[in-house]
């Protein structure tokens, strides 16, 4: 059922937007979402990225424009939100929305702005600690003076929206927790996954297995373990090649296909050091309209991402395609993965004697995979989740 009323939304997404990761996949299939609820949503970003042909989006006119998207936190984005306030700004002037949607931190406090110019609410899609992801990423060291600084920031933020919508339960519970948020401020509005889109391999129109592993350069009759995300330490990729090595020691006829960017370069060479070169392929960036049939090449999905506030989007999409699937043990897997995954600590011989354990059991890999595949269908499909951020929407303009 469409609402009586369709919302014109402004998105403000202050980072290199498209760029085929977790953040900007919730991002456009948000928006994606909304649209087909009948709402109208123009996307706010920076001069870098690709242009998703299905999403308006709007980017200063006077900074260079450019595809490349730059991933984590740098001095070179103070600019860059400077020049997307002016651009909100400037928009809001002639055009007239009726809610501002923002995304990332810096997104709440631009949004502000543009709420403050038109009257309207502003919703703040939080999808992890913005302190906590700077260190992730190396940007800040613990305990420093920046770090406070930037922590006591997060919390003015934090409190600028009329409503907050988090990606997990745990999230939420860390906003109303840790930060004293109220709870009716914080609404939950899980990631979600198009089941229509990511399917198994069978299920795939036209879905050639045989071309696609010889393109990545997989020997036959071997059982690939596929990842799918950003390459970078807190997403444990140091610790799933170390797992790896092991794996490969105790069962030869495995593949790892770590698929993703912006360190193939640094870790196909640590996979050389670990003698790996014939067991792990790294295909580098992946066109998000390319990751279901990529996903599809895989036996088994792994996920050792470290981060204790950060979503992990990629877990519904190793679910949707059937994939049974290991992942470092975290609030956030176990609340999308249920009884169904395989959680672990985060340790590289503990990941790979799970990833043993499916590679010896072909039953075990199909219940759980179709396990997981019914998870994702009945719980965490995006037109409900289109429901609810509507409802948050709804709520604030009456």
């Not at 810096?106 to 992890?128: K, N, S, T, Y």
């Not at 799918?228 to 807190?234: F, I, M, R, W």
Request: net charge negative; aromatic share 8%; charged share 25%.
């Amino acid at each position: 059922m469409r609402p009586p009323i369709a919302y014109r939304i402004a998105h403000i997404a202050p980072t290199s937007f498209f760029g085929d990761y977790g953040c900007h996949v919730r991002i456009v299939e948000e928006i994606r979402a909304l649209r087909r609820r009948g709402h109208e949503s123009v996307a706010f970003a920076y001069p870098t990225g690709e242009d998703p042909a299905d999403v308006v989006t709007r980017r200063n006119p006077l900074q260079q424009r450019r595809s490349e998207v730059r991933v984590g936190s740098h001095w070179g984005k103070l600019p860059l939100d400077l020049a997307l306030l002016g651009t909100v700004l400037g928009h809001g002037l002639r055009t007239r929305f009726d809610v501002v949607h923002a995304h990332l931190h810096e997104g709440a406090l631009i949004g502000r702005f543009l709420a403050w110019q038109q009257r309207i609410p502003l919703v703040f899609d939080f999808q992890g600690s913005l302190a906590a992801e700077m260190r992730d990423h190396h940007f800040l060291t613990e305990g420093s003076w920046l770090e406070r600084a930037i922590a006591q920031t997060e919390r003015v933020i934090n409190r600028l929206p009329d409503r907050i919508i988090t990606s997990s339960s745990h999230a939420r519970e860390l906003l109303t927790g840790e930060f004293g948020l109220a709870a009716e401020r914080v609404v939950e509005v899980s990631d979600c996954v198009n089941v229509d889109v990511f399917r198994p391999r069978a299920e795939l129109p036209g879905f050639d297995l045989e071309a696609l592993r010889s393109e990545h350069k997989i020997p036959p009759n071997r059982l690939v373990i596929g990842y799918l995300g950003l390459l970078a330490g807190y997403q444990g990729i140091p610790e799933l090649l170390q797992a790896a090595r092991q794996v490969v020691d105790e069962f030869d006829g495995c593949h790892f296909l770590v698929m993703g960017f912006p360190g193939e370069d640094l870790y196909r060479e640590q996979a050389r050091a670990l003698g790996l070169e014939n067991h792990v392929s790294f295909p580098g960036r992946v066109p998000y309209d390319r990751a279901p049939e990529l996903l599809a090449l895989a036996d088994i999905a792994v996920s050792p991402k470290r981060s204790k506030t950060e979503g992990n989007g990629k877990l519904l999409n190793y679910m949707a395609a059937g994939l049974p699937t290991v992942a470092f043990d975290s609030p956030v897997a176990r609340e999308f993965l249920g009884t169904e995954g395989s959680l672990v600590s985060a340790r590289a011989d503990d990941l790979a004697e799970a990833l043993l354990q499916l590679l010896r059991d072909p039953d075990e890999r199909t219940r759980y995979g179709a396990a997981l595949r019914q998870r994702a269908t009945e719980r965490f499909g995006w037109d409900a989740g289109a429901q609810r951020i509507e409802s948050v929407y709804a709520e604030l303009l009456e």
